[in-house]
């Protein structure tokens, strides 16, 4: 009964979540910085990526060769070596701008990396679902191949993967804390310090709240929006 | 009806492979402006598959197609500016259904005539007027009958000014007390003199309006001429045997 109370206090002592907070709290701000950045980034690479990847014709091929390559590559690599790869390798090769960005310009660009690849397939997933129809209506109205995909397909496609982007995003918000392993002052990381200091946990259960908590905002306004465009395309009668 | 002159359309010897399916055989068919051709036969018998590569939606293996004094099925051709010539209205409306009516309808003058906004809704409002639908102008698709759906569908098409149009089976997607409007749209277009192939299952429909019903077997055309001569005096036995099982069956509902 002894060691329980003693691992009750050294998660839940009131006095350290005070003191924990501030701590923590500027480290998450570095978190919600490489999350908005990175997602910025991945829905605009991912979508492009996705079509330079269904692209038609022999010509292509060089092209949805290297796409199909990217995916295999970065989503067949832990994000923690992906970091190490990047946070690491970039400043070694000494390539003037490139080279002498902050660790947290790393930590997005690695994180990029990686929910780019996860992020083209989710796309993909959503432009095939598209019905061959819907190109073929686009292009017999005089569209060209770009312009059919741009008002017709993509957009239909988009509303489709919402909810599994969304699950993307969220594994990304929580993989700002991964990628703290090349020395960015994150949440996590604070967290881990101030826990050392301090000799107990608090500050990891503040870290968690914070984690949650952007969650669940991010979720139910996704529903929102599902939900919103359903009652607007969907027939009256259901 | 003007019979002078190359023909508007001009088909030529056309043949069309799936694998190894044989889906259009050395097609033949000439129509001139203003004329209005009637395809009629089984399902799998090849009239879609002939009205899409119309269209440039299907590769044509053999044979040439002239539309407008142009050749699509040379290699150099522009796609996307031919086919604002030609208005193609598809079996299942294919609207757009992220889009409101109104939007539809003005997509492609605005996207590929490089109308503006202004303009675009200048040419789909009176055209939604007169299919009656100004009201619909900004519900969704979905929202609309099936009958409705289509009738956006061809004044989709028509908001190109397109001088050929390809219907494709448009009312056997449609309940029967439905079909009505839609026919009577179709009417009004040959009426104005619009260049039109339609491939259909309504016979009387076909018989009214077509200038020339041909029937199409197994990829080829069995048999064409005047519509009172397709249905009142088949020569194939093909024919007749088409014919006869369509009207069967017309008795049966």
Redesign the interface.
């Known amino acids: 009964m002894h060691a329980f109370h003693q691992v009750i206090h050294a998660f839940f002592n009131p006095h350290s979540y005070t003191l924990a907070m501030p701590d923590v709290w500027a480290g998450f701000q570095l978190n919600l910085r490489m999350m908005g950045i990175a997602e910025v980034l991945v829905l605009v690479l991912a979508l492009g990526i996705a079509i330079v990847r269904g692209l038609p014709g022999p010509a292509a091929r060089p092209l949805r060769a290297l796409a199909i390559a990217y995916a295999d590559f970065f989503r067949g690599t832990p994000i923690i070596i992906v970091a190490f790869l990047v946070g690491f390798g970039l400043p070694g090769l000494e390539l003037g701008y490139i080279s002498n960005r902050s660790v947290t310009t790393y930590g997005v660009i690695a994180l990029t990396l990686v929910y780019t690849a996860y992020v083209t397939e989710v796309y993909r997933a959503g432009i095939e679902s598209v019905h061959p ?2 190109r ?9 191949y770009m ?1 059919a995909m741009r ?2 397909v993509v ?2 496609a988009v ?1 489709r993967v919402i909810p599994p982007l969304l699950n993307d995003f969220i594994g990304l918000q929580k993989d700002t804390a991964i990628v703290s392993v090349i020395g960015v002052a994150e949440a996590a990381q604070s967290a881990g310090q101030f826990s050392n200091r301090n000799g107990d946990f608090p500050s990891y259960v503040v870290a968690a709240v914070f984690f949650i908590l952007i969650t669940i905002p991010l979720a139910r306004f996704t529903d929102h929006l599902v939900a919103k465009r359903e009652r ?5 009668a259901f | 009806m003007s019979t002078n002159g190359s023909a508007f359309v001009e088909i030529n010897g056309v043949s069309k492979w799936f694998g190894d399916l044989q889906v259009l055989d050395k097609v033949t068919l000439n129509v001139p402006e203003h004329n209005v051709v009637c395809l009629i036969g089984a399902s799998g018998s090849g009239k879609s598959t002939l009205l899409r590569c119309l ?1 440039m ?1 299907e590769h044509v293996e053999e044979g040439e197609i002239v539309v407008d004094g142009q050749r699509l099925t040379h290699e150099k051709v522009d796609v ?2 031919l ?2 010539k ?3 209205v ?1 079996q ?1 409306y ?5 889009m409101t009516v109104l939007q539809n309808v003005m ?2 003058p605005r ?3 490089g109308l503006s906004r202004d303009e675009a809704e200048e040419r789909a409002r009176p055209l939604l007027r007169r299919i009656g639908l100004e009201a619909k102008a900004n519900e ?1 698709p ?2 609309l009958s099936g009958g409705q759906q289509q009738r956006v569908a061809i004044v ?2 028509l908001a ?1 000014q397109p001088k050929l149009m390809l219907l494709d089976e448009i009312t056997s997607a449609l309940d029967p007390q439905l079909v009505a409007d839609v026919l009577e749209l179709v009417r009004e277009l040959a009426d104005t003199g619009m260049t039109m192939i339609l491939a259909t299952h309504e016979m009387g429909f076909a018989r009214e309006v077509a200038d020339k019903v041909c029937f199409l077997d197994a990829g080829r055309i069995c048999e064409e001429g005047r519509p009172q001569q397709i249905f009142s005096d088949p020569k194939e036995a093909r024919t007749r045997q088409f014919l006869s099982r369509v009207l069967e069956a017309e008795k049966l509902q």
Do not use: C, T, W
């Open positions: 129809s819907q073929a209506a686009a292009r017999s109205l005089g569209l060209s312009q008002y017709v957009p239909q509303r607007l395309e969907r027939a009256a | 269209n939606l996307n500016a086919r604002r030609i208005g193609i598809f299942a294919n609207l757009f259904p992220h997509l492609s996207k590929a005539l969704y979905d929202r989709r098409a190109m």
